[in-house]
């Protein structure tokens, strides 16, 4: 197998004089869009195994989301035209002369996990309009599939690393923390558009937060105001639990307290009032956008979990590289590179750094190569939800 392992030859995260890490929290756009079609990929996934007992050919990574238009004041607002949701990509339709209702599983899948992840939402808020294409095989064909090693379908690489960096697991963790059911119970008013941007100048670091407001549970400015110092206050507090550094918080730069002009939406998304969204322009599948580290730009979410590279040398590379990290305590970076048409157990090349020098080559080759030859054990996982991909 093509698996080269050397030692890291640039500076370590930590060491680097500037740090940026972003992560689009759930209600984001860019997020939902993602969840939206990876979600319409898992419907598809369960509706061909319980058809046939096999996952069919099928990629619905080319979601949109087109903002919709809203009107949002203390304590209400109005919808003018809803949130327009258009799914792409292509599916397999019909086996030989039977039909499929791809349009209908997805259609369900993609309003079931909108309604999910913005439960203010209402059913006329959004609009759902399937355009995936039609893709069709034998039943031969079918059969041939089921056994058989599955080949990469693209030339393409997966890029990943271990372990987070302070600031990574801080952005990352924020977020959580902020869209979490508790914290919810606990302020309701914060809608699920969340986006956390993380600065580490030297030793010194800075997050600046956006949070959407529901409007219908904030009756006026004051309330606004009070709600906000109080989550920036629970942020700080968690901060100081979990960081060693010095850390500014702050919420909502852009709102104006002279004009009363502050962050409302009727839905907890921007999406309501003009802010569009796509698949792959977000989180990676680590659930970060770090411009610091070696990464892919491949979208994951929404491509089908049987040969489609794209989706499994990525959630691949992160699995090795925590995996090789958890046996030797160093910074890792995985790269895998697939050719079309090859095994996806055997990419062209799989490439490993590590940041000491202390570690046994032939153990770090053994975990990539044990991975590799498990990796359709990754189908079930993504299948079932257990793998996150954005």
Same mark, same amino acid.
């Given at each position: ?9 640039r500076q370590?995260i930590?060491q ?7 992560r689009?929290?759930?209600? #984001?756009?860019d ?5 939206m $079609?990876e979600?319409v ?5 369960? =509706? ?5 007992g096999v ?11 087109v903002g *919709?238009?809203a009107?949002a004041?203390?304590g209400?607002g ?6 327009y949701?258009?799914l792409?990509?292509r /599916?397999t339709?019909?086996i ?5 209702p791809v349009?209908?599983v /997805?259609?369900?899948a993609?309003?079931?996990y909108?309604r999910n992840a913005?439960?203010h939402?209402e059913?006329?808020d /959004? ?5 995936i294409g039609?893709?069709?095989i034998?039943l031969?064909e079918?059969?041939d599939?089921?056994?058989?090693i599955?080949g990469a379908? +693209?030339t ?7 372990p987070l ?6 952005v ?5 923390l902020?869209n979490?059911g508790?914290y919810k119970k606990? #302020?309701? =008013?914060?809608?699920? +558009?969340?986006?956390?941007m993380g600065?580490?100048k030297?030793h010194a670091?800075?997050l600046?937060?956006a ?7 904030t ?12 989550i920036v206050?629970d ?13 500014d918080?702050?919420?909502?730069t852009? +709102? !104006?307290?002279?004009?009363k002009?502050v962050?409302?939406?009727l839905t907890?998304?921007s999406?309501e009032?003009?802010d569009? *969204? ?6 990676r599948? !680590?659930g970060?956008?770090?411009p610091?580290r070696?990464?892919s730009?491949?979208? /994951?979410a929404g491509?089908n979990?049987?040969s489609h590279?794209g989706?499994?040398y990525n ?11 958890r046996?030797?305590q160093?910074e ?6 697939s050719?079309i048409?090859?095994?996806?157990? +055997?990419?062209?090349m799989?490439?490993?750094?590590i940041?000491?020098?202390?570690y046994?080559?032939?153990s770090?080759e $053994?975990v990539?190569? =044990?991975?590799l030859?498990?990796?359709? *054990?990754?189908?079930?996982?993504i299948? =079932?939800d257990?793998v996150?991909?954005?």
């Amino acid at each position: 197998m093509n698996i080269i392992v050397e030692s890291l030859t640039r500076q370590p995260i930590e060491q680097q004089k500037v740090e940026m890490v972003e992560r689009k929290g759930i209600g #984001h756009p860019d997020s939902l869009s993602d969840g939206m $079609a990876e979600a319409v990929s898992r419907a598809l996934c369960k =509706e061909y195994l319980k058809r046939y007992g096999v996952i069919l050919h099928h990629n619905t990574d080319k979601l949109e989301i087109v903002g *919709g238009e809203a009107t949002a004041t203390f304590g209400g607002g109005e919808i003018l035209r809803p949130i327009y949701v258009m799914l792409s990509g292509r /599916a397999t339709m019909r086996i030989g002369s039977e039909e499929i209702p791809v349009h209908e599983v /997805a259609v369900k899948a993609a309003r079931d996990y909108m309604r999910n992840a913005l439960p203010h939402l209402e059913q006329d808020d /959004a609009e759902f309009d399937s355009r995936i294409g039609m893709g069709s095989i034998d039943l031969r064909e079918m059969f041939d599939r089921k056994n058989a090693i599955p080949g990469a379908n +693209d030339t393409s690489f997966g890029v990943s690393f271990a372990p987070l960096s302070e600031t990574e697991r801080l952005v990352l963790s924020i977020e959580q923390l902020l869209n979490s059911g508790g914290y919810k119970k606990r #302020h309701p =008013e914060l809608g699920q +558009d969340i986006k956390v941007m993380g600065l580490r100048k030297n030793h010194a670091i800075i997050l600046t937060v956006a949070g959407a407001f529901l409007s219908r549970l904030t009756p006026d400015f004051g309330h606004y105001v009070s709600v906000k110092e109080e989550i920036v206050s629970d942020i700080k507090d968690y901060v100081a639990k979990n960081a060693t550094r010095e850390t500014d918080v702050y919420l909502n730069t852009a +709102d !104006n307290y002279e004009k009363k002009v502050v962050y409302l939406t009727l839905t907890g998304t921007s999406a309501e009032a003009g802010d569009d *969204g796509c698949v792959g322009r977000g989180n990676r599948v !680590n659930g970060l956008i770090t411009p610091n580290r070696e990464m892919s730009l491949e979208a /994951a979410a929404g491509k089908n979990p049987v040969s489609h590279v794209g989706k499994l040398y990525n959630v691949l590379a992160q699995r090795i590289a925590d995996r090789i990290h958890r046996e030797t305590q160093s910074e890792v970076y995985v790269k895998l590179l697939s050719q079309i048409g090859r095994p996806i157990t +055997d990419p062209l090349m799989a490439s490993v750094e590590i940041e000491s020098e202390r570690y046994d080559k032939s153990s770090v080759e $053994a975990v990539v190569q =044990e991975e590799l030859e498990n990796i359709t *054990g990754l189908q079930k996982l993504i299948v =079932e939800d257990g793998v996150r991909v954005f």
